[in-house]
C-alpha cells in the first residue's frame, strides 16, 4: 500500500458511503455477499467508512435516498416473482431517479432483469421491469439450455482511460434468460468465451450512466478489483461532487485470480 502525503490526507476526511443490498433474502443466490465485502473492504482498507443496508419490502423512500451505492445480486425466477411488485410499484421510480442522476450501482444476472423493460421467465410470465437499463429479457424456446460456465469478456472502451493492468473481466455464468440491448445502454463487455448476454451478438452486460449490469455471478468482484474500484470512485465522486483518488491497494492475489482463468482459455 502507498501512503503518500497525499493519501494521508485523504485518510483524514474521513468519507464514508452507504451500500444497499437490494432484497438480500432473496436476490443472493450465488454467494452475491462477497460482492459487498469487497466493496467493504476496499473501502475500509482506505480509510473510508462503509455502512450496509438492505433495500427490501419494509424500506422506505426516505431511507432509500440516503444510500450512495446499490447492490442487487442474482434471483432464481421464483424469487424474482415474489419482490417484482414490490420493486416495481414502491421502490422503483426513486431508484430510477437516483440513477438517472449518477448513483452507482452493479446488478447481478437476476436483478438486471427486472431493471429492464420486462422479463419473461421460464414459465412464459411477463414480469414489467423497472425500465432504467433499455434492454429486455427473456427465456429462449424449451429446447435451448441455460448458458452455465466461466465468462470472458474484454472491457468496453470507456472503462480504459484508468489504465487497468487488464481489460477484462472474468466470472461465472448461469442464467435460462438472454438479455437484448437497445440503444440507451452501451454493452459492459465483448464476449470471448461463454454466453454473455445473449450468446448471439457477444455482447456481455450493460452500462448506464454509472450503473453496470453483468451476468457474471455471485463474487465477481474479488476477481475484478479494476470494476471495483471504478464502481467506488464512481460512488464517491457522486456524493461529494469531486473526483476523489483511491490510495493503490496490493492486488497481487485478485490479479492471480483473473488470470487463472485467462489462463485457462488461453487468454493473455
Ligand atoms: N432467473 C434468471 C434466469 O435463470 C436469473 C438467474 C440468475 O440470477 N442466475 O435467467
Redesign the pocket.
Known amino acids: 500500500m502507498v501512503h503518500s502525503r497525499n493519501y494521508y490526507e485523504l485518510r483524514t476526511m474521513n468519507y464514508t458511503l452507504k451500500i444497499g443490498w437490494l432484497y438480500p433474502e432473496l436476490?443472493s443466490?450465488?454467494g452475491d455477499r462477497g460482492n459487498i465485502i469487497v466493496l467493504q473492504k476496499r473501502c475500509e482498507w482506505r480509510g473510508i467508512d462503509v455502512t450496509i443496508a438492505p433495500i427490501d419490502f419494509s424500506t422506505s423512500n426516505n431511507e432509500l435516498r440516503t444510500i450512495n451505492f446499490i447492490f442487487g445480486?442474482?434471483?432464481?425466477?421464483r424469487?424474482?416473482g415474489i419482490l417484482i411488485d414490490d420493486l416495481q410499484k414502491n421502490k422503483g421510480p426513486v431508484m430510477k431517479e437516483m440513477i438517472d442522476n449518477g448513483t452507482p450501482g452493479l446488478f447481478?444476472?437476476?436483478?438486471p432483469?427486472l431493471l429492464g423493460h420486462y422479463?419473461i421467465?421460464?414459465a412464459g410470465e411477463k414480469l414489467e421491469g423497472l425500465g432504467i437499463f433499455d434492454m429486455v429479457?427473456k427465456?429462449p424456446g424449451k429446447d435451448e439450455p441455460?448458458?452455465i460456465g466461466n465468462l470472458v469478456a474484454s472491457l468496453n472502451f470507456q472503462f480504459s482511460i484508468f489504465n487497468f493492468r487488464k481489460n477484462t473481466v472474468v466470472g461465472f455464468?448461469?442464467?435460462?434468460?438472454?438479455t437484448y440491448l437497445g440503444k440507451g445502454v452501451k454493452p459492459f463487455a465483448r464476449v470471448i468465451a461463454g454466453n454473455g448476454n445473449n450468446g448471439e451478438d457477444q455482447t456481455e452486460g450493460a452500462v448506464y450512466k454509472n450503473c453496470i449490469a453483468t451476468?457474471s455471478?455471485g463474487p465477481f468482484l474479488p476477481k475484478n478489483p479494476h470494476v471495483a474500484d471504478w464502481l467506488i470512485r464512481k460512488a464517491l465522486e457522486v456524493k461529494y461532487k469531486k473526483a476523489i483518488p483511491l490510495e493503490p491497494l496490493d492486488d497481487t492475489l485478485e490479479w492471480q485470480a483473473h488470470e487463472s482463468i485467462l489462463k485457462r482459455f488461453k487468454i493473455y
Do not use: I, L, W
Not at 447481478?108 to 436483478?111: A, H, I, L, M
Not at 455464468?173 to 438472454?178: I, L, P, S
Open positions: 436476490m443466490t450465488y445480486g442474482g434471483a432464481q425466477d424469487q424474482q447481478v444476472c437476476g436483478s432483469q422479463f421467465n421460464g429479457s427465456y441455460r448458458c455464468e448461469n442464467h435460462g434468460g438472454r451476468y455471478h
